[in-house]
Structures are given as structure tokens and as C-alpha cells.
């Protein structure tokens, strides 16, 4: 089993930064990509980023592009979100995904794994 944890969400004022973490644990895989959800109130869950298990490849959702940066750290199980220059529209609860190939991907269906999610609210 590989369970997912999502912390470091909260209450932002409009230009500011928040960095996510989602450590894995349990029974990890060798080589599995990893991405970023949101879902905002009354809307369905949409795509963030996704980065590769090698941390090389990397894909953001044009909503986020330039603002948003995904990374991770395998030997510590954890992959982070740094949020820059968040604005209202990105409030939502985020949530961390795995799959169980290496390759990224940006649909929901694509990944095998999800975190509880953490709130991220940005105020105008």
C-alpha cells in the first residue's frame, strides 16, 4: 500500500507563496510519477502539475505556468509544490497523486494513489 499525506496548505493574501508537501509512505513503488490536483468548491478536480519520477520531466497546467514550481526528493519520499504569486483563483483543496509509471501525466485517471488533500485559500 502507498498512502499520501498532503500538509503545508493555509491562508494567503493575493501575491503571496505557499509551499505543499506530500510525503509518501508505506509500500512505495521504484520508479512512479507523481502530480498535483485542486478542486475548488462546486467544480471538479483539475490538473496542476505532474513531475516524472526522475524529477526531469515536469508539466503545469497553463494556469499555473511560471508561478508554480513541482519537485521532489525520492530519497525522502516527498514531493513539494512551491505556489508563487497565488492569486483568489487558485483556492481549492490540493491534493498529491501517484501512478504507477514513471512517466507524467495530467489526467486524474492516469494515477493510481491520492492524499486527503490541504486547503489553499487565497484572499483578495
Known amino acids: 500500500q502507498v498512502q499520501l499525506v498532503e500538509s503545508g496548505g493555509g491562508l494567503v493574501q493575493a501575491g503571496g507563496s505557499l509551499r505543499l508537501s506530500c510525503a509518501a509512505s508505506?509500500?512505495?513503488?521504484?520508479?512512479?510519477?507523481m502530480g498535483w490536483f485542486r478542486q475548488a468548491p462546486g467544480k471538479e478536480r483539475e490538473f496542476v502539475a505532474a513531475?516524472?519520477?526522475?524529477?526531469?520531466?515536469?508539466y503545469y497546467a497553463d494556469s499555473v505556468k511560471g508561478r508554480f514550481t513541482i519537485s521532489r526528493d525520492n530519497a525522502k519520499n516527498t514531493m513539494y509544490l512551491q505556489m508563487n504569486s497565488l492569486k483568489p483563483e487558485d483556492t481549492a483543496v490540493y491534493y498529491c497523486?501517484?501512478?504507477?509509471?514513471?512517466?507524467?501525466?495530467?489526467?486524474?485517471?492516469?494515477?493510481?494513489?491520492w492524499g486527503q488533500g490541504t486547503q489553499v485559500t487565497v484572499s483578495s
Open positions: 508505506g509500500r512505495t513503488f521504484s520508479s512512479y510519477a
Open positions: 513531475i516524472s519520477w526522475s524529477g526531469v520531466g515536469t
Open positions: 497523486a501517484a501512478r504507477k509509471l514513471a512517466i507524467v501525466a495530467n489526467t486524474e485517471a492516469r494515477y493510481d494513489y
